[in-house]
């Protein structure tokens, strides 16, 4: 099959170096990484990307300009092939420089081909009952080139299931696991700090990415309800993976201000299964006292919808370019919508590199170390 990973706008080569990790041939566009596999490659995927947001089988491909090209292309797909007869099939569509612009259009008539032909297939007169498993479709229409998707995921591959507790602007566990693959961090050399840390979501993904930990591990997946999956695959890649956890010696410290966030931490740490690999301490930024010669600092400062106190956090931002200022041969990763952080952190970046925090343009301020002698 034909398979598609998406993700956040920025991180593409991330999850395409994930996926060729995994041992797949990848072609890269925006917002998405393509692939080829099997049933069991779709489990692997959705077990595996830290990066992503959800796994799809690419149904077909195919060029269409009006309406009745439209209908005829997908009525011609094989439905009986992935839907059961009581398939639920919510349909989404998205269309971008395309002569067919209505989405509200595109996806009444993609609903009514597949009704058709189902009901063609299986003899069936009237209305689909839609009352058993969830079967996800998506027309998605680029310059006139339609791809009829199947969503594997369900909910978002950020939802690891670990999560119970979190602040008001929570950073999602792909974003956070996809910031720190883009350091150059040796876990078991060097020490890695958040200190804002929040929910504790970056110091957690950190752990759990040096552990080898499945993202997925603990989560239910759509695919396991479709009827033509034997989640006997899916349980031999749980066996495997718990199996290859790795058992190693971790210098993670988290810290924040608010002593009731570093209790929600601890909690979300202990459902992850890393409390124990991470160092929880309530500490404000100006306090801090960075020990060791070399490691990674990545900070998820309050920025956007949370900076209500303007001037409060840039002052968070000197303080932050003070402190970290005494661990030059340090790696410095920090995110914020702030264009004048520098300003006020006081220092200008090594590089930046824009990123999408939902739909808030964001950007990653890296500061390299000086390099190892």
Do not use: C
């Not at 990484?33 to 049933?39: D, I, K, L, M």
């Not at 996800?136 to 995921?153: C, F, Q, Y």
């Not at 920025?303 to 409060?312: K, L, P, V």
């Not at 939902?358 to 170390?369: I, N």
């Amino acid at each position: 099959m034909k398979l598609i990973a998406t993700m956040s706008s920025g991180f593409e080569s991330i999850t395409a170096k994930e996926l060729q990790k995994l041992g797949y041939d990848t072609k890269t566009e925006n917002g998405k990484v393509y692939f080829e596999g099997s049933y069991e490659d779709i489990a692997k995927a959705n077990l595996w990307l830290r990066s992503a947001d959800r796994v799809k089988i690419l149904i077909d491909t195919f060029k269409a300009t009006t309406f009745e090209e439209l209908f005829d292309k997908v009525h011609d797909i094989e439905w009986d092939k992935w839907l059961p007869l009581n398939a639920a099939f919510p349909i989404k569509a998205r269309t971008v420089k395309s002569q067919l612009h209505s989405e509200r259009d595109i996806q009444a008539i993609t609903k009514k081909a597949i009704v058709n032909k189902m009901a063609d297939v299986f003899m069936r007169r009237g209305r689909l009952p839609e009352t058993g498993a969830k079967f996800p479709i998506e027309t998605r229409i680029h310059k006139d080139v339609v791809e009829v998707t199947l969503d594997t995921t369900g909910e978002s591959l950020y939802k690891r299931g670990y999560r119970i507790e979190h602040g008001a602007a929570p950073l999602k566990e792909n974003f956070a696991a996809a910031m720190i693959m883009l350091t150059v961090w040796h876990p078991e050399e060097d020490p890695f700090l958040d200190p804002t840390t929040g929910s504790g979501t970056i110091a957690i993904e950190a752990a759990r990415l040096a552990k080898n930990i499945a993202p997925g591990i603990q989560r239910h997946f759509l695919f396991e309800d479709f009827d033509w999956f034997d989640n006997k695959i899916l349980e031999n890649l749980k066996e495997s993976a718990e199996a290859g956890v790795k058992k190693i010696d971790l210098d993670i410290y988290a810290s924040d201000i608010d002593g009731s966030m570093i209790d929600v931490a601890k909690l979300n740490a202990h459902d992850a299964g890393v409390l124990h690999d991470i160092k929880f301490k309530q500490v404000a930024v100006k306090d801090l006292k960075i020990e060791g010669k070399y490691g990674t600092i990545i900070s998820n400062p309050p920025y956007g919808q949370r900076m209500s106190d303007m001037a409060g956090v840039r002052k968070l931002y000197k303080e932050m370019g003070e402190v970290f200022s005494t661990a030059p041969t340090w790696n410095k990763y920090i995110l914020t919508s702030d264009e004048e952080f520098e300003k006020y952190y006081g220092q200008l970046a090594t590089k930046k590199r824009k990123l999408y925090n939902g739909s808030l343009r964001t950007d990653l301020y890296q500061y390299w170390a000086n390099k190892r002698h």
